[in-house]
């Protein structure tokens, strides 16, 4: 009734302006549900294992040609690289080539054209492409994911399961759903027989720029197709070092019906590359995830540069951590150890979410200690296809230097003790032994910067100074990414709920910090550690739009004046 008066306030007279009703058709989108990707097992004689072993075997015995591939025309330059693999650096697993400067702006101009046309496509069209993609890295294709995952990163199976299959097939299949879903919102019409509101998704005009690091290869997938699905044509500048298990990723969708142009794949050096695109005034965004320093290097240059762009380009980065397991003197002592062991060093400590400080009661640090090291004694560190390897090499030579450097640091302070590991040797591939460290300074350099890698420093503290230790997770780094608190007080588990809640943007009780699910923990973090866009979920796609609001009125505005003016 209200709504009906309103209208007619507004809009006074009658008769029709447009007979044929509304130009924008409702969204006619399929209806469907989706659940995660199951987790393979890869028992001894399971289908997945024969499967992945020749998979493996395939891999390991070529080194594949990666071309850059601009609009669908392959280039190769004269600055060839080759990945290697980590745990076997002499073996070269993929040759590849480097864009230029001027590679890289033929890449904007022919994303810019692209995008023009891919922006017309139906959302139920690219859902269909979406749906396919995976299909096949699901089914005919995850094995060759797996093994270039493995070979190329340094993964064990199981991390390149979770990885470059379910979380790929999940970020492909949710950001699918997510769409369809957001998509369902539409504005108030209060009587549609007088106007008609509607919005509609466009890509931004202009180019993503999609940089990914080499940890995971299912954020390659969704830094460059989530941008993709909702319009937008990308240049996609994968690492160095996930360089075949991306270039898979790309194939596959092409397979799966992306045109040509939409995504270009253009391996580069990552200054050339950032450069060109930040000075490019088509730039309509950056989806980063990598370092801080690269971070804050690119939204300088997009400062600098403001003044160039057609859009204010959005800038999305998903950054570095110092994760924290901080350990109360309620906490489970079995839970703790097996929860630290995996997240510290499963993938060499190399997942932005892994824990590297902990903070630990001195009435547990003796259960905690024995437990901790006995744990570590156990684990193999070895080739990814021995599958009795708990975790492999560091990913390169830069890394491997890293990493060292803070080892070798805490073996020169006084502050610092080795409690395990601390052994490292590159003659073969780049191992570094699971490392646990002691400290007496909560501020060390080793308990506040990003190491990356397997390295574990505890902090132990006096029970009654529980709360001032809780203090020291906020206080001591730039970064708030993951943490995780473990108690079984729950009267404490409320104060650390509130004490710490700009601490992670990934908070976990009772549970390791590493190990998001897509659609179940979106991810990212606050602080120094990013955007926190929340990959893996609805928020992150509505990134990725410009949406377009449209008005139509149906019936002729006949007045100037108001009812009561007349009166
Ligand atoms: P990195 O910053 O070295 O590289 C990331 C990407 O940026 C690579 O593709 C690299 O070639 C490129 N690059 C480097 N310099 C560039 C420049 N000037 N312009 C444009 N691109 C440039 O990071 P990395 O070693 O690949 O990844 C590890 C880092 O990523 C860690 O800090 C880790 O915590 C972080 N990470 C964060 C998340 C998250 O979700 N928060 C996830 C994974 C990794």
Request: with cysteine.
């Amino acid at each position: 009734m209200l709504s009906a008066r309103r209208a007619a306030m507004v809009r006074p007279g009658s008769g029709v302006l447009r007979p044929l009703g509304s130009l924008v058709p409702d969204l006619a989108l399929p209806d469907f549900s989706v659940v995660n990707e199951p987790i393979l097992a890869y028992r001894k004689g399971s289908q997945e294992r024969t499967q992945l072993e020749k998979a493996l075997k395939e891999a390991a015995s070529t080194v594949q040609d990666v071309p850059i591939v601009i609009g669908g025309q392959e280039i190769r330059t004269d600055d060839v690289r080759h990945q290697v693999m980590p745990h076997d650096h002499q073996k070269k697993l993929a040759k590849f080539y480097y864009a230029d400067s001027k590679t890289v702006q033929k890449a904007i101009s022919v994303a810019v054209e692209s995008q023009k046309k891919w922006d017309r496509t139906s959302l139920a069209d690219r859902l269909k492409i979406w749906e396919k993609a995976a299909d096949l890295m699901a089914g005919p294709y995850r094995q060759t994911l797996n093994a270039a995952t493995m070979l190329g990163q340094a993964k064990t199976v199981i991390q390149a399961e979770i990885d470059s299959a379910a979380e790929l097939i999940d970020f492909i299949r949710l950001n699918a759903y997510y769409l369809k879903e957001n998509a369902k919102y539409q504005p108030i019409s209060e009587d549609l027989k007088i106007t008609k509101n509607s919005m509609r998704y466009r890509g931004i005009d202009g180019f993503i720029a999609a940089v990914s690091p080499f940890n995971f290869t299912a954020i390659g997938g969704n830094l460059s197709y989530t941008p993709a699905l909702m319009g937008n044509a990308v240049l996609w500048k994968p690492s160095d070092t996930a360089l075949l298990s991306n270039y898979v990723i790309f194939k596959i969708m092409l397979e799966a019906g992306v045109p040509p142009g939409v995504v270009n794949f253009v391996p580069a050096d990552g200054p050339v590359f950032g450069d060109t695109i930040t000075s490019s005034p088509h730039l309509a965004g950056i989806n980063f995830t990598g370092s801080v320093p690269t971070f804050n290097r690119l939204w300088t240059q997009v400062g600098q540069n403001i003044n160039k762009y057609t859009n204010f380009p959005r800038l999305i980065g998903e950054c570095g951590g110092k994760n924290y397991h901080f350990v109360h003197p309620s906490a489970d002592v079995q839970s703790v150890v097996n929860g630290t062991i995996r997240s510290s060093f499963e993938f060499c400590g190399q997942k932005c979410s892994a824990c590297s400080r902990m903070y630990v009661p001195e009435s547990l640090w003796a259960d905690i200690k024995k437990g901790l090291l006995q744990a570590r004694d156990k684990l193999k560190v070895g080739d990814v296809a021995d599958f009795s390897s708990f975790t492999s090499a560091v990913i390169d030579d830069k890394a491997f230097a890293r990493i060292k450097s803070y080892i070798d640091h805490a073996k020169s302070s006084s502050n610092l003790e080795i409690l395990g590991g601390g052994q490292y040797d590159d003659s073969k591939g780049y191992f570094i032994q699971p490392t646990i460290v002691l400290t007496k300074d909560p501020k060390d350099k080793i308990m506040t910067e990003e190491i990356f890698g397997p390295v574990l420093t505890i902090y132990v503290y006096k029970d009654q100074d529980v709360n001032q230790a809780l203090e020291l997770v906020g206080t001591s780094t730039q970064f708030a990414l993951t943490g995780a608190v473990f108690a079984q007080d729950e009267k404490f588990l409320r104060y650390a709920l509130e004490e710490l809640k700009m601490t992670a943007g990934n908070f976990y009780i009772n549970d390791k910090s590493t190990g998001s699910v897509v659609g179940q923990q979106p991810f990212g973090g606050g602080r120094m550690s990013g955007t926190n866009d929340k990959a893996g979920s609805p928020y992150y796609l509505q990134r990725w739009t410009s949406p377009q609001a449209i008005k139509e009125t149906f019936v002729p505005l006949t007045e100037i004046d108001y009812p009561y003016m007349k009166e």
